[in-house]
């Protein structure tokens, strides 16, 4: 652990940047600028991972029967403390999906019943919401359209007109349930959550905020957030290992959850019923004590300073060599992840079709990959800021799109 009096603040970050390579797996060539698709851990979350892997396979009588649930629920008072909320308004599972099922296969949705989505919404969510409504008679999907750039304002004010549209139709149908990113994923938009919950909920309308990509990219304090739902992966941009994510679920709506997997704790309350998913390795959501120490020695500020930085500097810095723009102009709706547009002059190029010709391309010819995506009539590429990452490395991604949308527009 690093001497407290040396640990980084926003105002002396570090040390960050290419540093950090070493408590990281990439190999050498290698540089990430996906971190937001599926995350990646340091060596020290893995030695917690295996620490906690080891441990079960010494005793797995002893383990499941007797030491897995205090261990889960130690785990679970981390988490609350990082996130300000009780320990029991908190359940363990696998990833978002996980969560967002499990939440809308409970809930009871009846004839005339609605469900608010953003245009923007990721697409495992979309297709939930999709099923509950394929499954229950007059349930439908109410979308707010969004196009970015929008302001802060300009978004709230237009959740709120689909809102008011919908209880000018005065037919008996009701919102009874929005479902609202934090962080959208494609395109990568920091919304403003706390506005968009007190107003939802103002209407009477029950909140489910998607924050897959929140904790360890923007600050998160559920107490004052006041969502009803909330899940986020750690996975993600904690550092844990894959398969671990964190459901918030106020206390007053607990009766009504359950886990997608029902098993022998059905019905003895919310915590005992998503502690036990099975028989299954637990250590993967267990190494979330390896990342709230790993980012504890470094100190949680700093690094969202560093990343939050490095992603609207380096942004602007890509834009400028590709002779465009980023799509965020204000500094607030970015987080760690900036999209900057690309010069392709015909969106509709038959190589670009589906995304396989750009994935192999950018992998097997420069060794690197950034998601690139159609959004408001032109096409963008997301890149992940990480406190491995230097502005240099911004430069030299933005020369291979460069050169990768010029092949493209040769062509065309």
């Known amino acids: 652990m690093a001497n407290s009096t040396l640990l980084p603040t926003p105002s002396n970050p570090g040390p960050f940047g290419h540093k950090q390579r070493k408590n ?41 029967r007797l030491d897995l649930k205090p261990t889960l629920r130690k785990i679970r008072s981390q988490l609350g403390e990082f996130m300000n909320c009780d320990v029991d308004e908190l359940a363990l599972v696998q990833n978002t999906t996980a969560g967002v099922n499990a939440v809308l296969r409970s809930l009871e949705f009846v004839p005339g019943d609605r469900i608010l989505q953003l245009s923007t919404g990721y ?33 709230v004010y237009q959740v709120e007109k689909t809102v008011q549209d919908q209880l000018t139709k005065k037919d008996g149908t009701r919102i009874r349930l929005a479902m609202v990113d934090w962080i959208s994923s494609v395109p990568a938009v920091v919304h403003p959550i706390k506005p968009l919950v007190d107003m939802l ?18 600050p998160v304090d559920l107490s004052y957030l006041g969502a009803d739902f909330f899940i986020t992966n750690c996975h993600k ?7 671990s994510a964190v459901l918030y679920v ?14 022998g704790d059905y019905k003895t309350g919310y915590e005992h019923e998503f502690s036990w998913n099975g028989t299954m390795d637990y250590s993967s959501m267990l190494s979330i004590e390896g ?14 300073h560093y990343t939050h930085k490095l992603a609207v500097q380096g942004g602007r810095i890509m834009a400028e060599i590709l002779g465009t ?50 959004h408001g009539g032109y096409f963008w590429t997301r ?23 010029e092949e493209l527009n040769a062509e065309d």
Not at 125 to 139: F, S
Not at 237 to 243: H, N, T
Not at 383 to 405: A, T
Request: hydrophobic share 40%; aromatic share 12%.
């Open 291 to 304: 990342a709230l120490e790993f980012r504890k020695q470094y100190g949680e500020k700093a690094i969202v």
């Open 237 to 243: 941009w904690l550092y844990s290992v894959r398969g």
């Open 123 to 155: 697409i495992n969510v979309d297709k939930t919401v999709h099923y509950i409504c394929d499954t229950h008679k007059d349930v439908e999907i109410v979308e707010v359209p969004v196009v970015m750039p929008m302001t802060d304002q300009e978004i």
């Open 383 to 405: 890149v992940s800021s990480q406190i491995y990452l230097e502005l240099e490395d911004f430069v030299h991604l933005g020369h291979v799109w460069k050169e990768v949308v």
């Open 325 to 374: 723009d980023v799509l965020t102009p204000h500094d607030q709706q970015v987080g760690n992840m900036v999209n900057v547009r690309l010069p392709i002059k015909n969106i509709d190029h038959p190589k670009i079709a589906t995304p396989d010709y750009l994935i192999r391309h950018l992998m097997d010819k420069y060794n690197l990959f950034s998601p690139s995506y159609k």
């Open 24 to 64: 990281f797996f990439f190999p050498e060539g290698k540089t990430e600028f996906n971190h937001g698709s599926y995350g990646t851990f340091t060596r020290s979350v893995q030695d917690n991972m295996m620490k906690w892997h080891n441990f079960a396979e010494q005793n797995p009588d002893r383990w499941v």
């Open 250 to 263: 106020q206390k007053k709506h607990q009766d009504l959850i359950h886990p997608v997997a029902i098993q």
């Open 201 to 218: 909920q103002s209407y009477g309308i029950l909140v489910f905020v998607d924050g897959a990509h929140a904790i360890g990219q923007v």
